[in-house]
């Protein structure tokens, strides 16, 4: 995902039955389990180091399928991608992506500008029937739910559709689609857990904030949660719900409200980092810069830059893809399924923490897709056989 807020400057979840709950209608709860072992607090230590050790190298490439002449097969065809809100930056870097990979391919690639309203998308879904394309790609949050009338109708026209960035691994997509590329939103909100558990001690005090109107919100949060019972049996975690559509609203009061009901807390972690935007001002407002920090996914450069500028004294730790990366890999399962070839059910995208060690390799400032290596696009373009 990402947002779905136009003044956004970034972009990047089933319910369970488990320690901590959401609360949907926006209140805290807390969960913890109180007086753990000091043996079951080092175990869980370590066990958050080791996950944690395996996103800090330079990803490298790994095909997620069998090889396949892209020029050949994308002969005549034509992708339509309508993305959740043109103007979001996160969403706008995979649709610029993925159209010069189209364009380097050789086949059309149409990117359906709008600002995030259901109507336009409805707009787009019926120009897209009336063009005939091969792909109608749902990109970045738009939940499939509210466009079923309309995918039952590109369907009956020989057209498929698919979601792109909107669910995460292993969650459950609308059988109507013909394929998805998903995101690893439950593995990058473990990583969060992991690392408030490590550089608190495995005693941290944590605000975790979900979106309700995001497909994925509450599957990360589920993750979260569960692994802190995993690995920070003593930590307390409380739980907020700010709407995408309520961020620039609400966030800043909502948290300032927390920070003042939970004076100890130590960490705030909103599952997309555009969000940090009006965290910020709130952590600040409340004096706490330096006491309260951000730990949340994404790796959008404005809030690298403030890692960098602060020194971790706000974002301490910020979970990153290369959207380079992330736009060949949607266009890799449109063109497989456009094709008629067998979709990919992983298409691996790697993850890479980002601490002040290393956010420099980002670019001073920030930019996006740097600091990842290049072995994925070398890695996609030898794929499709170019």
């Keep these: ?24 209608g926006g209140g805290a709860v807390v969960a913890s389990s109180a007086g753990a072992s000091g ?13 944690l050790a395996n996103y800090t190298a330079i990803p490298t490439f790994k095909a997620p399928g069998p090889s396949f002449n892209a020029k050949k097969d994308m002969k005549n065809k034509i992708i339509f991608s309508i993305p959740v809100n043109s103007s979001d930056q996160f969403v706008q870097t995979l649709e610029d ?10 086949f059309k690639f149409v990117d359906f500008q709008n600002s995030g309203s259901p109507a336009q998308w409805t707009t787009g879904m019926n120009e897209a029937i009336s063009e005939h394309v091969s792909v109608i790609d749902l990109l970045s949050g738009i939940d499939p739910k509210t466009l079923e009338p309309q995918i039952k109708l590109a369907k009956a026209a020989g057209i498929k559709v698919i979601s792109s960035d909107t669910y995460g691994l292993g969650q459950a997509a609308d059988p109507l689609l013909s394929g998805t590329v998903d995101a690893p939103y439950g593995q990058t909100a473990k990583l969060q857990a992991d690392w408030m558990t490590v550089h608190s001690n495995g005693k941290g005090q944590i605000l975790l904030v979900g979106s309700s109107d995001v497909a994925a919100s509450s599957f990360g949060l589920a993750a979260e949660q569960k692994e802190f019972k ?7 975690v409380y739980t907020i719900n700010v709407p995408v559509a309520d961020w620039a609203t609400t966030t800043g009061t909502q948290v300032q409200a927390q920070l003042q009901a939970h004076p100890n807390l130590t960490y705030i972690s909103p599952l997309y980092d555009s969000q940090s935007q009006f965290i910020i001002p709130a952590i600040t407002t409340a004096n706490k810069v330096g006491k309260v920090h951000i730990v949340s996914y994404d790796g959008t450069p404005f809030v690298l830059g403030d890692m960098q500028t602060e020194k971790g004294k706000i974002v301490q730790m910020d979970v990153g893809e290369d959207l380079e ?8 399962n449109e063109m497989r399924i456009a094709s008629g070839l067998t979709p990919v059910v992983n298409e ?16 001073t400032p920030p930019v996006n897709s740097k600091g990842y290596g290049s072995s ?9 056989g170019l």
């Excluded at 079951?40 to 996950?51: E, F, M, W, Y």
């Excluded at 992506?97 to 050789?106: L, P």
């Excluded at 994925?376 to 499709?384: A, D, H, N, R």
Aim: glycine share 10%; aromatic share 6%.
């Design 325 to 332: 990366w992330v736009s060949l890999a949607i266009i890799d």
């Design 39 to 51: 043996s079951s607090v080092a175990k869980g230590i370590a066990l958050a180091k080791s996950h």
């Design 376 to 384: 994925g696009v070398s890695g996609y373009y030898k794929l499709w």
């Design 1 to 24: 995902m990402r947002s779905t807020h136009n003044n956004l400057k970034g972009r990047r979840v089933t319910a369970a039955t488990m320690a901590v709950a959401l609360v949907l």
């Design 230 to 236: 995993l690995v920070c049996p003593n930590c307390k």
């Design 97 to 106: 992506g993925m159209a010069a990979a189209a364009k380097k391919i050789g």
């Design 348 to 363: 691996g995208i790697p993850l890479l923490i980002f601490d002040t060690q290393n956010v420099n390799t980002a670019g």
